[in-house]
């Protein structure tokens, strides 16, 4: 969660006018577990329309009856609540104490509170089986115990048992990667009204070996052609993760999020890393486990599905495939800042980075990424 520029000088005012509260402290009794928070946080009281989804990971400990959250409070994410479980629900008492955050010379205290048109007790509903906490009110970081006075709010807040999963990022590869032109062959698995069948499929992708033994493949959803996964080669083996975001893909039947996966035959529970055969004297990449283009992160949920995997270097590069289209292949990537300075590692670096790339074609594109 953000730490917010604080914009009003009454919050700095009310800073002076309260005694020394103490803050909660988690007992060393307690049982401490990751959950995700989601929601909406406002991150200006003023502007409605001012807020960040909330995807993130948050401590909630249990101790009997008593129950705490850890990280409701963007400014002190450190900071503990109590709250009291009764049958399914559980009541956090308005006005608990985050503590003092410094900004500038001021030390400003911090409450929690609920607001539902006035400040009151915060009541969420707790599913213990399946670890999940709800609730209505307006979550909110106070200058004080009694009147509305926000630092910032959520809203919309649920919270359930287990850590938050990471934000879709597409694979960027790294600037002055030696970039190879490969042929990727498969045996489609595909699913209609008359059941399963399968056909052959050939066609171009681009592997880059970095430095750091990291290796990337282009051109591996068919869907998303110019989109990048990456893996890590060791001796004669290179093992893709899965779970990569290819990106987002609209068709006749909506809008997806495709993923690379892959599973062991027979198995369908859930989305395994992909471990291909390295030849060290062919470059070839061979693999007997399944790949999966993939509609969710890590549940089984295939868009298509191949067998018989084979990455092969392409002994004539890119025209060696009859009739495919290789004239919009990528044949370099470079990045730069807005200054026009290179980039040498975009995966890692914050800021306006300009992508330029070059197509076989001759055509060059580039375009703006904020990280």
Known sequence: MKKFTLTFVAFIIAAMSYAQPTPVVLPETATVEDYTLTGKNYFNPEDENGYEDLNETIKIGFDGNDVYIQGLCGYLPEA??????????????????????????????MYFCGYNG????????????????VTDSYIVTN??????DAYHYLTDVILFKGAAEPQDEVVTPPAGMENVP????????????????????????????????????????????EAWIVGTKNGDEATFKGGQFYGNYTDED????????????????????????YDLST??????????LNSTRSTYAPF????????????????????????????????????????????????????????????????KIIK
């Open 182 to 225: 490969y042929i990727f062959t498969a045996t489609r698995i595909i699913l209609d009204e008359e059941g399963y069948h399968s056909e052959n499929v050939t066609r171009n992708v681009t592997v880059g070996f970095a430095q750091n033994s990291e290796v990337y493949i282009q051109g591996l959803c068919e869907q998303l052609p």
């Open 304 to 367: 298509e599905e191949y067998v018989n995997v084979r990455i092969e270097r392409n002994p004539s590069g890119p025209t060696a495939i009859e009739g495919a289209e290789t004239e919009n292949n990528i044949v370099n990537v470079t990045y730069t800042d807005i200054s026009g300075r290179s980039i040498s590692n975009p995966e890692t670096t914050r800021g306006i980075i300009i992508m330029t790339t070059t197509k076989a074609n001759g055509t060059v594109e580039s375009k």
């Open 254 to 277: 909506g809008e997806w999020k495709l993923y690379f996966g892959s599973r062991l035959a027979g198995q369908t529970e859930q989305i395994d890393d992909m471990t291909f055969d």
């Open 118 to 133: 006035a400040i009151t007790d915060v009541v969420f509903q707790y599913n213990e089986e399946y670890g999940i906490f």
């Open 80 to 109: 503990w609540i109590k709250g009291v479980r009764n049958g399914s629900e559980v009541t956090f008492e308005s006005g608990q104490f985050y503590g003092y955050f410094t900004y500038g010379t001021a030390s400003l205290p």
């Open 283 to 292: 470059g070839a990449f061979t693999s007997t486990q399944y790949m999966i």
């Open 143 to 148: 200058s004080n115990t009694s009147t509305l």
